[in-house]
């Protein structure tokens, strides 16, 4: 991590602290993972469409 900026915050009774503020790594994913969720992902709503579907009567799974 590395500083991104000093700041001086002062309190009520005057006393002064310094305050650092770090920047965030960015996130990084792997293709694999990343197509793993997405897949995962639309199966789920794929699931829950069609369980959806059949709570209502819409879809007669006989």
Do not use: C, K, N
């Not at 305050?19 to 790594?25: D, F, L, Q, S, T």
């Not at 993972?33 to 879809?59: D, E, I, K, P, Y």
């Amino acid at each position: 991590m590395t500083a991104h900026d000093e700041t001086w915050i002062e309190d009520d009774e005057g006393q002064a602290d310094i305050v650092e503020w770090y920047e965030a790594r960015p996130v990084t994913v792997s293709t694999a993972a990343a197509t793993g969720s997405l897949v995962g992902a639309f199966a789920l709503g794929a699931l829950v469409a069609v369980g959806a579907l059949v709570v209502m009567g819409r879809l007669d799974l006989d």
